[in-house]
């Protein structure tokens, strides 16, 4: 099929490319003409593993552009993937996707059949919307197309979006037209069935077993089950986060709690890990759009929001913690070990560190911070003046020279093997706030650390 996507982010990317190399023929498409630059070098803009070995070798499958209109008229399905960015209010900004929708319907030509395909996540109501659009743009412009629509939600991790695109846990089609159904469901065969040879950038983990297709649902299922999902997975770790704190308090350790409540299988061990928080571009979106959704039809869900209050806590009460052991954290060098929001990523959007940097500014904190990918988004998300407060360094245990204490705010492989000892020593005072619980409280005050964790 030839099958073109709008927008080259996180999803469309890895879409684009997981499609590329199951043999469709795939068109980019982006706004961004820098972005689109890069990706006709083979170069990703975004950080995440496998996306630039693959397009090397994919060139033949797939190409970029920015030209949306021009290359729609002979496709097969048509996939937006583009941001919905949240309003002031919470809500999902539908503006790119509509946008998107009518450039397409300026495309389309005469007695041709498409199938559009929303990716993106968003309202409820969207894919109605969609069809609206386009079909009101195919009537101005006296055009004869029939146009199916499908709403298609991804279920990708940032870090690990390249593998859940080829060995996905499910993949969820809504639509009321059984011929959309049945072009995605052959789209997605080769995955479906597990036909394709696994890229050597993503082998396929042992024992995974082919996934359901779930195709007899309506778009605004589909819809609901995007936000659904990523409201759970938030509340269970505001749960675990929100137990840890008590946990503190009496003296129990969450890691030891968290494992004995998931082992029960109708809870389950995943997103149970303690600490300084979730953030990212789903999560935080995504909960303040579904409790946006509620308050558009008179319905609290005071359940989402208090997962949003706990996560918020979690910041607060990391820089309450330096604060106490401390004594004060003004005047203090605090060096930050990790500023993206999860390994894997450059992405710094919503990141817990990012939080916890400017509650320790505001405090008259200085800040050295360490990523090995994240710096230059970091520098982005930080105003002039609290830059001014800010030295980025690309080696950790610089970030530690000298400084009052450690954070470390992401669980990045590199900071998992790192020298305890080494730390401790080049330190002024070896104090340790493990924010994501990855090393053993003995190991650390054995390597000479006053140590903090999460929960224990």
Known sequence: MKIVIVGTGYVGLTTAVMLAYIGHNVV??????????????????????????????????????????????????????????????????????EEAACTVAEGLINGRTYTVVVKSTVPIGTNRRVAHVIKKTLEERNVKATVYVASNPEFLREGMALYDSFYPDRIVIGSEDPEAIEMLRRMYRPILEQTFDPPQAIPKRDGYSLPPLIITTDPVSAEMIKYAANAFLALKISFINEIAGLCEKVGADVTEVARGIGLDTRIGARFLNAGIGWGGSCFPKDTAALIAVGREYNYEMPIVEAARRVNQLQRERTVEKLQSVLKGVRGRTIAILGLSFKPGTDDVRESPAIDIIRLLIERGAHIRAHDPVAIENARKAFTTEELQEITFVDDPYLAAEGADAVVVATEWQLYRKIDLKRLAYVMRTPILLDGRNIYAPKEARGAGFIYMGVGR
């Open 28 to 97: 980019g498409v982006d706004i961004d003409e820098k972005k689109i630059e890069l990706l006709k070098k083979g170069k990703s803009p975004i950080h995440e593993a496998g996306v630039e070995e693959l397009l090397t070798s994919l060139k033949n499958n797939i190409t970029f552009t920015t030209d949306l209109k021009s290359n729609v008229g002979d496709a097969d399905i048509i996939m937006i993937a583009v941001g919905t960015p949240a309003k002031a209010n919470g809500e999902a900004n539908t503006h790119y996707v």
